[in-house]
């Protein structure tokens, strides 16, 4: 079946270092969203992706889609600690489809 | 405040009973999931609706039950045929259309014992 892997599957940086999770898919992607989860938290949303190659940034965040649409990547300059929490990519197999295949996780820990 | 509101937060059922977990919506939303998540996984697919009085089944529906007879609610059910009920459970919507964000609900963490 359709699998969406991520790597690391976890992750501690010292506050101040940079970051990034893969996401890695088995099929070609429509589109592409990720989410954070604070511990104890739930899934917020942060961003999707639609365009082959795109990239787009929010402040300290980047995000990238491949070439191929079947992997992406999330980047963080500088962590934080309030960027500790969980990330995950999920993606949409095919176009119209409602049903996101959400990645393995990649568990970010910052340490100040 | 418009959201979604998953009820309770905590809950503790006794092995090979039936429980129904809560999931309502003031977003207007038309598209409703629930999702299961086990420690250190990713989230997986029990069962979704595109509309009212329409669900289909996702990646793990075995066990489980939904129904959606209004727009606001996607109740699930969770019954005695599902081997590993354990787990934080977490309900969502979209508008439809394709490549909608989801709005996650605080979550349900049920404890079978």
């Known amino acids: 079946g359709q699998q969406v892997m991520q790597i690391p599957q976890y992750q501690h940086v010292q506050e101040g270092e940079d970051f990034t999770t893969y996401c890695n898919s088995s099929t070609t992607l429509s589109n592409i969203q990720w989410y954070k989860q604070r511990p104890g938290g739930h899934p917020v949303f942060l961003i999707q992706l639609v365009k082959s190659g795109e990239v787009k940034k929010q402040k300290r965040l980047t995000f990238q889609f491949g070439e191929a649409k079947k992997n992406s990547s999330l980047h963080i300059t500088a962590t934080q600690t309030t960027d500790v929490g969980t990330y995950f990519c999920a993606g949409a197999p095919t176009s119209g489809t409602y049903k996101y295949i959400f990645g393995t996780g990649t568990r970010l820990k910052v340490l100040a | 405040d418009g959201g979604i509101t998953q009820s309770p937060k905590y809950l503790f059922r006794k092995e090979g009973q039936n429980v129904t977990l809560s999931c309502e919506q003031n977003l207007n939303h038309d598209a409703m999931y629930w999702y299961r998540q086990d420690p250190g996984q990713g989230l997986r697919l029990i069962y979704y609706?595109?509309?009212?009085?329409?669900?289909q089944k996702g990646d793990i529906a075995e066990g489980y039950s939904v129904s959606r007879e209004k727009k606001e609610s996607f109740p699930l059910t969770v019954t005695s045929a599902q081997k590993n009920p354990t787990a934080f459970y977490l309900c969502?919507?979209?508008?439809?259309?394709?490549?909608?964000?989801?709005?996650f609900g605080q979550g349900t963490r049920l404890t079978v014992v």
């Open positions: 969502a919507s979209s508008i439809r259309g394709e490549g909608t964000e989801a709005f």
């Open positions: 609706s595109q509309i009212v009085n329409d669900f």
